[in-house]
């Protein structure tokens, strides 16, 4: 700090500290990156669990939904409605589970949000250091 106070500092010394503190805050700024790009991969698996175990059980309503059609056609009887039922109720889960995962994926949800503020913060900074 004592480097900072002294009013006979060189041209030299002053570019050779921007440049250190520009390298630091790079470094800072990387770091921030990198933990909130694991942040949001994070996100994105749960996301993307929930797309899978959705499509799942839309396609196990579908094949429910196809076997009560058949049933439903082949026999005038309740064996059919059963059928309907679970697949509805399949269909209706799947959808669900489906939609949050899909949320999930927006594009803004997984944008670096602070790395960026951050970095918009430093670029106002340095605008306001140049002469």
Sequence with gaps: ???MSSPDRTLATLFAELTRETGMLFRQELELAKAEVAEKIG???FGLVAVIAGGALLFGAFQALVAAAVLGLAT???GWLAALVVG???????????ARGLAIFKRDNLTPRRTLDTLKANTRWA???MP
């Excluded at 269909?91 to 489906?98: E, S």
Aim: glycine letters at 8%.
């Design 1 to 3: 700090m004592n480097e």
């Design 127 to 129: 605008r306001e250091q």
């Design 43 to 45: 996100q994105a698996r």
């Design 76 to 78: 005038v009887l309740g």
């Design 88 to 98: 509805a109720l399949l269909a209706l889960i799947g959808a669900v589970a489906m």
